[in-house]
């Protein structure tokens, strides 16, 4: 029998991609197909299988990827060809999302699906933006109205005199281009004219922007704003001035670009998101197994030969131990051996793996692990084993080498430039720029340096800076031309996040 498909239909949300469900996470890792919509979050894609199709499906004001046909069409032919099918859309399907028509369409093909809720904007925004729809005193109920219709045409859908009458808070979807034809028809049916008004862009997102009026001058405050965005109608405006929480956060309105390989950034990115900034997650890196496996497949199969292992990245860890526990069923099989690391985060994935690190310089660098070697270990004729990234320099195997020792420099894994922009972010900063730019390591400058044009980016927004994880970056960066605003004080991701918080205090 021909396999059937299933459709999920998912909330993606309001915007902040941490807002989405755990149940909306499982369907994006699971599906064959992803269908998103333009209020889907696009970081989200980043749980996706990487063979997985991506289509996008977005939808604006007379713009349209797809029409709504063509969208009900798909779904049910992936579904039919027993594809895994994810339709993300913004928000909650069934607020404003037309997943009600997309499951109506699903049913009569007799294509299995499912619906999983999401966060509202129509509650997310407001909260993002200080406002609880309903308050003790201000509001007892609120009511969630599409704006997306002529409040001034016949037998319009909405009872505008109903809306003007209610007591509570009204939120107006897809409002912006008719808000003031909307606060005239409210005011007309007897809203009073200084009831406040917010209107909330790009809610929970680092993009957001908020204005506040009243129905009487709301009109003329938003002619420059654009969609997509909410507004809120009531007394429990008035609360934005105490509460507003999110655009307090110290990068806010900051736009950071994070450039690392699409397995690493997610802790950076989380970190600059959670204090405030509208992050670019733009991955320059792609993993890969070297090009030739044999050299490093055979010295982790004779790993007893080796006195001290030297690893210089998580990569270089992760790409050593897979091999090694392909032959080795025991990692006691390490034997005797020493570990020598260089980074913090290095570190970290030794002690993972419930191992401990025997030598680790304070400083980030080649130079100070051969120091320390130089002070307190006697290399002659011991054996090292480098397990390493292709492009790495020798400068590190030549000092070991120059100490007295005898050392394997070899190939754990490649790094390719990473060619597909699945989020789009890396089209956003060509389009609209960034407050900065955040390399983490050497193959990170080499790789945006060639997805990019860097100088033709800095003469199109000039303000854009470029911050460094550590010396040996910014060595990168210089030799390529990229000039370094900032390099952090301690060489990691805290530390690069610190020195950002503190160049943003400067200026602000």
Known sequence: MKKTGKV?????????PGLITVRGVECIQRADVILYDYLSNPTLLGYARPDAEIIYAGKQARDHTLTQDEINAIL??????????????????????????????LQRAGIPF????????????????????????????????TGHEDPTKD??????????????????????????????????????????????????????????????????????????????????????????????????????????????????????????ADVLEIPTISIKPPKKIGPIREAAKSIGVYDWLVFTSPNGVDAFFRE????????????????????????????ELHLQVDLQPADFTTEALLEEFRKSVSCENLKFLLPRADLADER??????ALGGI??????YQTVPEKEDRTGHRTRLLSEGADFVTFTSSSTVTNFCELVDVNTLRKQFPKMRFASIGPMTTQTAVARGVEIAAEANVHTIDGLVDTILELVGQTR
């Not at 999920?8 to 902040?16: H, T």
């Not at 407001?126 to 109205?145: E, K, L, N, W």
């Not at 590190?396 to 080498?401: F, I, P, W």
């Not at 050392?407 to 754990?412: E, K, R, S, Y």
């Open 8 to 16: 999920y239909l998912v909330g993606a949300g309001p915007g902040d």
């Open 76 to 105: 049910v032919e992936r579904g039919r060809a027993g594809k895994i099918v994810t339709r993300l859309k913004g928000g909650d399907p069934f607020v404003f999302g037309r997943g009600g028509e997309e499951a109506e369409e």
């Open 114 to 145: 499912e619906v999983v809720p999401g966060v509202t904007s129509a509650i997310a925004a407001p909260a993002y933006a200080g406002i609880p729809v309903t308050h003790r005193g201000a509001a007892a109920a609120f009511m969630v109205i």
């Open 155 to 276: 037998e319009a859908q909405v009872d505008w005199e109903v809306v003007a009458k209610f007591s509570g808070t009204r939120v107006i979807l897809m409002s912006v281009e008719r808000i003031r034809a909307i606060a005239d028809e409210l005011m007309k049916h007897g809203a009073a004219a200084h009831t406040p008004v917010a209107m909330v862009r790009w809610g929970t997102t680092g993009g957001q922007q908020t204005i506040t009026g009243t129905l009487g001058t709301i009109g003329a405050l938003a002619v420059d704003f654009k969609p997509p965005a909410l507004t809120i109608i009531g007394d429990v405006v008035r609360q934005r001035e105490t509460l507003n929480w999110f655009e307090k956060r110290p990068l806010f309105g900051q736009r950071i670009a994070v450039t690392r390989s699409r397995e690493q950034a997610s802790g950076l990115v989380q970190r600059l998101g959670e204090l405030g």
């Open 324 to 351: 090694f526990f392909e032959i080795h069923g025991d990692l006691r099989d390490l034997g005797g051996l020493r570990i020598a690391v260089i980074g913090a985060a290095t570190a970290e994935r030794i002690q």
């Open 396 to 401: 590190l195997a030549r000092g070991l080498e």
């Open 407 to 412: 050392v394997d420099n070899l190939d754990a």
